[in-house]
């Protein structure tokens, strides 16, 4: 059994935990459920007794809470969470030093006296925020006007609508107006709302909930002709334009987020993998001698392939968080690492659930059972953060050009350290021949950028596990899953046959099987398991639960 001790663990059984779930059924009831996230998000902080400098450190505390399976008991918790503290505390908290009005409101969000909010995008810019229609107006007493010229430049998706009657401030970034010159992409720390009403000239629209996931109060919200402090810009007026890279270094909290927010795919997965191997030992199948599931390769590639891959990507966090924290690791290299890591453990998560959801047959479509849930609400931490796509592109590009790089293979004899280069190597030499302007490049290289950063992580989550001493079958599993994702390359360098490479995995899978039943009970989650379908007992009483109709009394019948 797991050794592994989640300080979360006592949270479940208390009521406002019970009663997380999907499925709101009414604009009321997601209200409800909404207003239970902070709840739920206060208690998982406040047990792991996150402080202010935890939060701007990046602690391992910080970090350890990301990858709590509590997470996924219910997702919306952890989004108000992640927003409130590590985006809204983390951002206010840089410029605070010297502001003792700052320090309060992040004392009054870490106590939950006061909820916090980060209101990057709009409805008509996403991920090109340099170009973000929002204005704050610096006017002739110091004070400033906040507006959303019209509908595009409204925020979207932060939940901004009032809960639990108290106050909630939030983080606009907002172009900084400054006699008419445009100074540049600026945050502003703004109070949205009491808990029960908007502030003036704030509106909130609530989004109807996303398909399938726990449901947030995600809002559109606008700004009219607002009137803000003198204090509410976060850093100084200045008295020229900011640049690009003052940008990206004032949303220095993204990248954390994406760092953070990646890792929950671990806990996930190691849910999911959980729910579809004790299933897959229960269900048995054949007559007259039955047999269970799990003893077909078919049922077994999938989850032992997922098993493997949260021990992997536990030792690739392990890895990245050492480089990303490291104050001698620049700013664009840090982005870099964030990148790699999400962009890979985001893949492997999502393959997986779709897999295990099917293995599952069709008690995997039922939200009871966990895996559906989890994806869907997987699906949303691919774009938050900075989509995967979008950032694989520019990183792909930058580390093509040269113009910064990461940490290298301790092992370029390994099979994959090879494909790294290898495709590396090829992409780079299109983007020299043609130019990264090209239409060549294009076409060609950013289709491709997403395939060439995973190939970057792959190599680093190899190498990662064997640092950690991951068990060799499972980085065996492991490294035959992500040679059958280009095994095209492997075929064509001469470096594998098909036969070869089935022959690797066939040894892999034999050398997990014995064991997997350790490997699954050392993730250590199944506290956090809510399936039904995994004992007869627990599925008797579900079924005892459902609404059940039944025949007509017997004088009725007859009728």
Known sequence: MSSRNWPSEELLKLDVFKAAGNNPGSRENALALANNAYLRAEAIWKTYGLTFEDIMTLSPKFWKMHQDPIAWHDGSSITVMTIHLNLAIGTIGTYAKNRPDLQKICQDMLEAKAFGQFC????????????????????????????????????????????????????????????????????????????????????????????????????????????????????????????????????????????ALAALAIPALQIASHIAYKY????????????????????????????????????????????????????????????????????????????????????????????????????????????????CIRLASELLLGRYGVPQTTDSSSLIAQHEKGVFEEARALAKKYGHRSQVFADYILPRSKDIIEAIGHRM??????????????IDLYVCNVIQKDIGWYLETGILTRARAADL?????????????????????????????????????FVDNMYTFREAPEERAAM
């Open 505 to 541: 995995t066939n040894a892999a899978v034999k050398a997990a099987e014995p064991k997997m039943n350790d490997y699954v009970d050392g993730m250590g989650v199944a506290p956090y398991v809510k399936a039904p379908i995994l004992a007869e007992a627990t599925w008797n009483r």
């Open 120 to 259: 990057l995008t709009e409805v008509g810019h996403g991920l090109d925020a340099t170009n973000l229609a929002t204005t704050a107006t610096l006017q002739s007493d110091g004070t400033f006007e906040l507006h959303s010229p019209d509908g595009y430049a409204s925020k979207y998706m932060p939940p901004t609508v009032p809960v639990l009657g108290k106050p909630c401030y939030a983080v606009i970034w907002s172009q900084l107006v400054v006699g008419g010159e445009k100074r540049g992409i600026r945050p502003f720390l703004v109070q949205l709302n009491d808990g029960v009403n908007m502030c003036k000239g704030i509106t909130s629209k609530l989004i109807p909930t996303r398909h399938g996931a726990t449901p947030v109060n995600h809002a559109i919200t606008h700004f009219t002709h607002v009137k803000l402090r003198a204090g509410a810009l976060l850093g100084e007026v200045g008295d020229k334009p900011s640049t690009h890279e003052d940008f990206l270094t004032a949303i220095w909290r993204i990248a954390v987020g994406t760092l």
């Open 280 to 391: 897959s030992l229960r269900r048995h199948v054949g007559a007259p001698n039955p047999v269970p599931i799990i003893s077909f390769r078919t049922q077994q590639l999938p989850i032992f392939t997922a098993v493997a891959q949260t021990y992997v990507m536990e030792a690739m966090q392990k890895y990245m968080v050492k480089h990303f924290t490291d104050e001698k690791t620049p700013h664009q290299s840090r982005h870099a690492m964030a990148t790699i890591f999400k962009a890979v453990v985001m893949d492997h998560a999502q393959v997986s659930h779709f897999q295990l959801s099917e293995r599952c047959g069709a008690q995997g479509l039922f939200d009871y059972n966990q895996i559906v849930t989890q994806f869907s609400e997987m699906r949303g931490i691919v774009i938050a953060e900075g989509d995967v796509l979008v950032l």
């Open 461 to 474: 989550a190899y190498d990662a596990a064997v640092a950690e001493q991951v068990p060799q079958p499972l």
